[in-house]
């Protein structure tokens, strides 16, 4: 079940499919009516190949997590001679603070913001030349200021001064299967919201809110409309099973790993070589599905291993090759140093290049 794909492909390889990638991407914008909605999160990706699909369909408002997504970003956008807008959304402090200012004074032409949460922190990013979106707390108690201390979030914005460009609110935490249900709880967070920022004096700012769960939700909102609201989903670039289960639906998963089978212990079992050092394991078994093949169940992994159980038919056979349907993609691209990219009928190995997280004072150059 690994059709097209050279047999001389090492295993357990990351593989993207740049044509389902274009297809998400137009999916997104479609939903979206257009760009001005859309800061979609680079974490998924990490790839600059794939990043270029999004600024082609004209989405130059993004947001990242490390100072490496951002660097590899930076450095795409230049060669690219294009200009982006780039949300740093993390609460960066100390040596990554300074890298990213040091990022900002190497790209003069671009923007780049981050979040903060105190007025220290705002007047630091300020100061550093770097743009502030406060951060407000959904309720999560992941980061950001709560909504009812609107004394802080007055206290942060003040700070920030002229630099405050907008408001973050990361409502992830919303994961409930049923659609319906997603959405009310999640326009109940948007008018507490909307409550909140108007009463700050702060309507007229960029609102940045919603991954994948509930962009769909924060896009038919109606307190929204005429604001300069955005949405920020990145798992639907590549799309993945958990997704899927959400009802997160039109979107094709772009990425799967592939991998061969080591072991025939019993013709009911079967072992491949993809771990948990090729796919994330964190989000519970099963952590894949074979692509084509619902009769192979796939069980707890270890580090390089990936036992399966055969439902019905054959035995499987050593050395075949099946590809796997990641649970939670973003974690599993960050595995990998090297992705097998497919466009065309052609296929090319090019580097993750925004993997990883880099270690001053000297960062590594981009891969």
Known sequence: MAAGLPEDLATPALVIRLDRVRANVAELRRRAGGPERLRPHLKTSKIPEVWALLLEAGLRACK?????EAAVLLELAGRRSERVDLLVAFAHRGANLARLAALAAAHPGQRLAVLAEEPEQAAAAAAAGLGVFLDLDP?????G???????????????????????????????????????????????RLLSTVDELGLGGLEIVTSGTPTFD????????????HRVSPG??????LA????????????ATVLSTVISVPTAGRATLDAGAKALDAACGVPNCAVVGRPELEPLAPSEEHLPLRVLAGPPLRHGERLELVPRHVCPTVNL?????????????LVPVAARGHEVGPDPLPAR
Do not use: K, M, N
């Open 235 to 240: 798992t639907v670039i590549l799309h993945d």
């Open 145 to 191: 200021v709560p909504l009812a201390d609107r004394q802080r979030a007055r206290a942060v914005a003040a700070a920030a001064g002229p630099a405050l460009a907008g408001c973050h609110f990361y409502e992830g935490g919303i994961r409930d299967a049923d659609p319906e249900r997603r959405r009310r709880r999640a326009w109940e967070g948007y008018a």
């Open 336 to 348: 990998h140093d090297r992705a097998f990219l497919v466009a065309d009928g052609a296929g090319r």
């Open 243 to 254: 997704s899927g289960e959400l009802g997160v639906a039109g979107f094709q998963p772009a």
């Open 139 to 143: 309720g999560d108690h992941r980061s």
């Open 217 to 228: 939700a924060a896009l038919a909102f109606p307190g929204f409309a005429g604001r300069r």
């Open 64 to 68: 990242c997590a490390t100072t490496r």
